[in-house]
């Protein structure tokens, strides 16, 4: 397997606990996007992102330098996965947004885009993370669903995990 490391933007320390539950199975690290820089983008191959998702289904604060950091790297030949962390009750017109904006930030990278989910497991409204009818990435609802989260975690990390 190629070097992975575990990128994520946390208020309030969901977003962090479960980017350490993936790092944890992954055998890799889990980073703070306030750590994030060119060298670390540079020293691994795949980058799992994750978000969670603020206001209108904006990314976490954090994020836009982060964003900025990836936008400035050359990311062709990596593999990214994103994973985003909502509250598809209160939200459900923006449901895991934060990981559709991050994702639109880095479309045009060059990037290997692997991990999306299948939206049939979700209720929610809308969201700008579904892109051709599926999550661009792994969605979380740790607020409302958290008997799935470990579950989602795992179904995803067996899809993804040969790609890494």
């Given amino acids: 397997m190629n070097t992975t490391i575990v990128i994520y933007g946390s208020s309030t ?3 962090e606990t479960i980017a350490e539950k993936i790092a944890s199975k992954l055998g ?3 980073l703070n996007v306030q750590e994030l820089n060119d060298a670390i983008v540079e020293e691994n191959q795949n980058l799992i992102l994750g978000t969670s998702t603020w206001g209108a289904g904006e990314m976490q604060d954090d994020w836009y330098d982060g964003l900025k950091t990836l936008q400035n790297a050359d990311l062709k030949g990596k593999t990214i996965a994103f994973f985003g962390c909502g509250d598809a009750w209160s939200y459900s017109d923006t449901f895991v947004g934060g990981m559709g904006e991050l994702y639109k930030g880095i479309k045009e990278s ?3 885009f692997i991990g999306s989910v299948d939206t049939t497991d979700y209720k929610f409204d809308d969201s700008e993370a579904v892109i051709d009818g599926k999550f661009i990435g792994l969605p979380l609802d740790d607020i409302n669903e958290d008997d799935k989260t470990d579950s989602r975690i ?4 067996n899809v993804i995990n040969p790609e890494l």
């Fill in 110 to 112: 060059g990037a290997r």
């Fill in 154 to 157: 795992d179904a995803w990390l």
């Fill in 28 to 30: 890799c690290k889990a």
């Fill in 13 to 15: 320390g969901t977003c």
